[in-house]
């Protein structure tokens, strides 16, 4: 088949632009092949990864990929192109679907030959989709159902309408979190996001398991974002829970930590309300209490309401160093002989990782299908899991 000069397909995309953000969710993938042909591409597949990053899903039919076993999942891992031969004599280009650093899924362009400018096509056809796709899934339940396997319980529903993107960062820093039971959640949640300069980030375990802990951990975070908004201070936000909590739900309360990185400096300031310490990763090895802190009262607690203000601590990171904090369903996690998934297990698997130069993404999509195997993919607590990542510039010499 052949395809139209560079400045022809330019156009094409050009056309591709002005029509996609006007275009129900439902009418996407034929938009994409109508324009596809103008490309000199033979057909293009949008597949959706699953909320447990297990398989990938074609907005428009049903044979879904393996994310560790298809050349469609080589891609979505890596990040990176992959080519695969077809029968027919023609060529699949993988390319994944990344909206800033979060993965989305990843689309398959059919061709007869790969060159330059088809791969910069595609290239650019995965960058649009990436958009689409994120603008219009908060309002399409298309995509939704494309991303489930099971029915999800209500607690689980109302958190996760809340969530943020899994992934958020820039050049500087990044944050990347997983947690489960995907479809059965009950009071654990996260919530991260980037200023100018500051990187947020907020992981929460309410008490119980249940929709009185998922409302807890809703207004928890409701009470974060309200706080964080008007530019106040990690004492300011935890305050800010503590009052909403007392207020709507008085006899709830939830441990969390709530932490800021200067994303300039690479300070990392934190206030752990019960929760389990965070870890500091350098150098491919967890530094032993480095972040180990007295832990304040969880948040809610009655006692904290008129107490003493909430002890901030302060440590300045090293470029490269990645913080991990987790909620303790992740540690204690039973095995089939009725031992702890454990802290060695849980830091080995991160470490193994990062020497292997996986993102931060990746390394908790390894770490987290790790614990549910252990535990036959049925969890018995909320796991949750979060990495914040200081990655400034380098200086050209």
């Not at 944050?175 to 100018?196: I, K, Q, R």
């Amino acid at each position: 088949m052949s395809h139209s000069p560079t400045s022809d397909g330019e156009r094409v995309l050009h056309g591709f632009l002005a029509e996609v953000h006007a275009t129900a969710p439902t009418d996407l993938p034929t938009l994409v092949n109508r324009y596809a042909g103008l490309l000199g591409l033979r057909r293009v597949e949008i597949y959706i990864v699953d909320l447990q990053q297990q398989r990938l899903t074609p907005l428009s039919g049903e044979a879904q990929l393996h994310v560790d076993r298809s050349p469609a999942g080589s891609a979505f891992r890596s990040l990176a192109l992959r080519i695969e031969a077809t029968d027919t004599e023609t060529l699949i280009a993988w390319l994944p679907l990344v909206d800033g650093v979060e993965r989305l899924g990843v689309i398959g362009v059919q061709v007869d030959a790969l060159d330059k400018t088809l791969l910069e096509r595609s290239a650019s056809l995965a960058s649009v989709l990436a958009m689409a796709i994120t603008s219009k899934r908060a309002f399409s339940d298309r995509f939704v159902q494309r991303t489930r396997t099971e029915t999800m319980a209500l607690p689980a529903e109302l958190v996760r309408t809340l969530l943020p993107p899994r992934s958020i960062g820039e050049d500087r820093a990044l944050s990347t979190a997983v947690l489960e039971p995907a479809y059965e959640l009950g009071g654990d949640a996260f919530d991260h996001a980037l200023t100018e300069s500051t990187l947020h980030a907020v992981i929460l375990d309410a008490m119980g398991h249940n929709l009185a802990s998922g409302l807890t951990s809703a207004i928890a975070m409701a009470g974060c974002r309200s706080a964080r908004r008007k530019g106040s201070g990690l004492r300011e936000l935890v305050k800010t829970v503590d009052h909403v909590l007392a207020e709507w739900l008085p006899d709830q309360f939830c441990t969390g930590i709530a932490l800021q990185l200067d994303m300039s400096s690479g300070i990392l300031s934190w206030i752990n309300c019960g929760h389990p310490p965070p870890l500091l990763i350098r150098d491919h090895r967890v530094l032993d209490n480095a972040l180990d802190r007295p832990a304040e009262p969880p948040m809610g607690t009655p006692g904290t309401i008129c107490a003493a203000e909430r002890v901030r601590h302060e440590v300045p990171l090293q470029p490269g160093d990645r913080v991990v904090l987790f909620t303790d369903g992740v540690t204690e996690t039973r095995m089939a002989d009725g031992t702890q998934f454990g802290l060695d297990r849980f830091t080995a698997s991160i470490i193994r990782s990062t020497a292997a130069g996986e993102p931060a993404s990746e390394a908790l999509r390894h770490l987290m299908h790790s614990i549910r195997e252990y535990q036959h993919d049925r969890l018995n607590d909320d796991a949750t899991i979060m990495i914040v990542e200081w990655r400034p510039l380098v200086p050209a010499v």
